[in-house]
């Protein structure tokens, strides 16, 4: 069995290739004149290509600035609760049970009440409520029988 070479099929259309003696010898086997303008005009299209090929570049595109990084969003968020929610989240305040629905309550008063307007999709509300919620002192401060709280600072049910 006869090895492939590692050598790359000779072209004689490659724009490389155009003044070498095989492209003269075509000419020379081929006198059609209409058949030589078309190879020469071919040879003259490749090497106009890979010219452009070349010297075409993509141009970067301006990189998106980056937004906050999300513990720059759960800090926002914090501070927005401690804010609308004093009752329950406030720093003076001690731990209070929430409610099993606080997730959803919060979210709809955050949509109804224009808040949306004033933080555009920068908070991160339940990530910042299960972190509150696997806090240390909320846990201890679930016991049996404890209150729960809504987000009115009102008894909503019991643990």
Known sequence: MRKKSPCKAYNPFHPGNQNTSFSTLLDVLDPDPERIAQRQE???????NAYKAQSKK??????KPKGMS???KLKKTNQWLEETFPALFGSSQ?????????VRDIKVHY???GQIKKHPGDLVIK????????????????????????IKGEVSGFV
Request: hydrophobic share 30%; net charge positive.
């Open 111 to 113: 949509y109804k009440n």
């Open 42 to 48: 071919y040879l003259k299209r490749i090497k106009k």
């Open 127 to 150: 990530a910042a409520l299960y972190r509150y919620m696997e806090t240390p002192e909320y846990l201890a401060c679930l016991v049996e029988g404890a209150p729960r709280y809504n």
């Open 58 to 63: 993509k141009p970067k595109k301006p990189s």
């Open 70 to 72: 999300f513990e720059e």
């Open 94 to 102: 001690p731990c209070k049970p929430l409610d099993v629905h606080i």
